[in-house]
Each structure stands twice: as structure tokens, then as C-alpha cells.
T-cell receptor, first 114, second 105 residues
């Protein structure tokens, strides 16, 4: 049981490049989400999904796209990377949001945009 | 959205000391969780505690949902307890800014 797996762990991009951060979970969780963590701050929600085919925006969605074609996978796409997107990105999953189940986090992806 | 405030922002302890970390939230919540982010950046689940009290070894947590706060207690602190402690309102997917704990030998 791998839990929540994020790849890659580290990435350096040039301004304007695009890339996809991968997130997969093997717990059959309906709810998945992406956060970014900037130095000295808590995590801020980028996008989330309550099930396959359903996504919605969080607190800081600009510059990011998501899709949810399967229950297991929830990739995060940076369309045109900017230095302001330098951050650590975390993916999380839980069985649901309402009704009380705990969230599990991946190991994080440290992204630097130069 | 719900506002989540943690205090204190920083805490320095000698090994063996006890501490209490606080999390206030601005509205009623159904789900609250405490995490520890270790010095390597990993987020570790400590407690899922929408209400009541739970204990796990030297750590315990209490949430008083009607008064909109949660407390995390660390007893007999060890250097391995160092890191940042976050509370998160899972309903609203909001994190507090964290308490940075440093335990000195």
C-alpha cells in the first residue's frame, strides 16, 4: 500500500516551460487536492476534486490546470511556468471531505522556476 | 472561508519540557487535523480530531468545537519533535500558518 505518490520529487524549469506534476493514490479515495507551500507559510489550496470527472478551484488556482480522469490519478499542470510558482507542491487524498475522514499527503515536489 | 490561526508562531524548548500549541478557527468545523512537518519537509498525520481528546504516546490533542479551538500537547519533548506543526480544517481545506518548534538538547 503506497498511499499517495508524487513525482517528481525535484524539478527545475525555465520561465515559460510547461510541465505536469503527477499524483497517484491507491486507497480508493474520492477526494484529492493540490496545495502549494511557500517559505514560512502554511499550505494553500490550488485545485481539488471530489471524484473522477469533477474538479474545482481552490484559493490560488491561477496558472494551474487539473483533470481527474480516474479515481487514482490527479495531475497538476503548469501551463507556462513563472518564478512566482517556485514552491513546494503537495498532493493529498481522503475518502471524503464531509463526514470526517483524515487526509493523507504525498512527499511533496520541490519546484524551482528560473 | 474559515480562518485558521495558530499560536505561538515559534517555540523553543529544552529537551524534556512540555508545551501546548493552539489552533483557533473562525467557524464551526466538522473535521480538524494536526500534522507535523519534519525538517525534511514530510507531512505526518498526528491526529484527526473533530472533537474530544485523543492521545498517542507523548502527544495528545483536544478539540472543543463549540468554542472553536484545538490544542496539541507535547510532553517530555525530544529533539525529534522539532519541526513545524500545522492544524488544518479539512472541511474547508484551510491550513494555519504553523508553529515552528525547536527542541534543544
Amino acid at each position: 500500500n503506497a498511499g499517495v505518490t508524487q513525482t517528481p520529487k525535484f524539478q527545475v524549469l525555465k520561465t515559460g516551460q510547461s510541465m505536469t506534476l503527477q499524483c497517484a493514490q491507491d486507497m480508493n479515495h474520492e477526494y484529492m487536492s493540490w496545495y502549494r507551500q511557500d517559505p514560512g507559510m502554511g499550505l494553500r489550496l490550488i485545485h481539488y476534486s471530489v471524484g473522477a470527472g469533477i474538479t474545482d478551484q481552490g484559493e490560488v488556482p491561477n496558472g494551474y490546470n487539473v483533470s481527474r480522469s480516474t479515481t487514482e490519478d490527479f495531475p497538476l499542470r503548469l501551463l507556462s511556468a513563472a518564478p512566482s510558482q517556485t514552491s513546494v507542491y503537495f498532493c493529498a487524498s481522503s475518502y471524503s471531505v464531509v463526514g470526517g475522514t483524515e487526509a493523507f499527503f504525498g512527499q511533496g515536489t520541490r519546484l524551482t522556476v528560473v | 472561508g474559515i480562518q485558521v490561526e495558530q499560536s505561538p508562531p515559534d517555540l523553543i524548548l529544552q529537551e524534556g519540557a512540555n508545551s501546548t500549541l493552539r489552533c483557533n478557527f473562525s467557524d464551526s468545523v466538522n473535521n480538524l487535523q494536526w500534522f507535523h512537518q519534519n525538517p525534511w519537509g514530510q507531512l505526518i498525520n498526528l491526529f484527526y480530531i473533530p472533537s474530544g481528546t485523543k492521545q498517542n504516546g507523548r502527544l495528545s490533542a483536544t478539540t472543543v468545537a463549540t468554542e472553536r479551538y484545538s490544542l496539541l500537547y507535547i510532553s517530555s519533548s525530544q529533539t525529534t519533535d522539532s519541526g513545524v506543526y500545522f492544524c488544518a480544517v479539512v472541511d474547508d481545506m484551510r491550513f494555519g500558518a504553523g508553529t515552528r518548534l525547536t527542541v534543544k538538547p
